[in-house]
Each structure stands twice: as C-alpha cells, then as structure tokens.
C-alpha cells in the first residue's frame, strides 16, 4: 500500500510564504517523479510544479514561475514546495502527486494525496 502524505497548509497574508511537504510511504521500488497540483472549488485540477527523480529536472506553471520552488529528498521520497510572496488566487487545496512504481508492478503508477488546504487572505 502506497501513500502520500502532505502537510504545511495553512492560512497567510498576501505576501506570506507557506511551505508545503509530502513524503510517499509504502512498497515503493521507485519514484519517477512527485510534485504539486492545486484545485479550487468547481475548477479542473492543474499544475503547480513538479520534480523528476533521476536528474532533477522541473516545471512550474506559469503563474508560480519565481514564486514558488519544487524540490525533493530523494532518500526521504520526499517533496517540498515553497511558496513565496503568495496571492489571494494561490489560495485553494494543493494535492502532492506521485508518479512511481511500487514492488507489486513494473511500471509506474500515479498517486495522490488528500490534499491541503491553503489560505491566502487579509
């Protein structure tokens, strides 16, 4: 059994930074790649940032481009996201993501997290 756990949510001002955590527990034999989405009410789940495992390559959606920064502990299966001079529309449930292959199969599986609420507001 796989999991994602993710903590760090909570409630800033505009302006504030919050930093986010998500560590994969389980049979894992290997994490391709990890990284963050958002979801507010009502709208598609999309793209925050992500980290790929072998070489540390990332991508970030435009609108956190020089905000926030993605990385990884590797030997933790851990993924961090630090999210500088927030906005009022950073505010929604960012889930941590994982695609990786667990021992039960050979190829990769995705997984998500519950989820944590962030809160960005005067």
């Known amino acids: 059994q796989v999991q994602l756990v993710e903590s760090g949510g909570g409630s800033v001002q505009p302006g504030g930074s919050l930093r986010l955590s998500c560590v994969a527990s389980g049979n894992i034999f290997q994490i391709n790649f990890m990284g963050w989405y958002r979801q507010a009410p009502g709208k598609e789940r999309e793209l925050v940032a992500r980290i790929i495992n072998s070489g540390g390559r990332t991508e970030y959606a435009d609108s956190v481009q020089g905000r926030f920064t993605i990385s990884s502990d590797n030997a933790k299966n851990a993924v961090f996201l630090q999210m500088n001079y927030l906005k009022p529309e950073d505010a929604d449930v960012y889930y941590c993501?994982?695609?990786?292959?667990?021992?039960?199969?050979?190829?990769?599986?995705?997984?998500w997290g519950k989820g944590t609420l962030v809160t960005v507001s005067s």
């Open positions: 993501y994982s695609n990786l292959v667990p021992t039960s199969a050979d190829y990769g599986i995705s997984y």
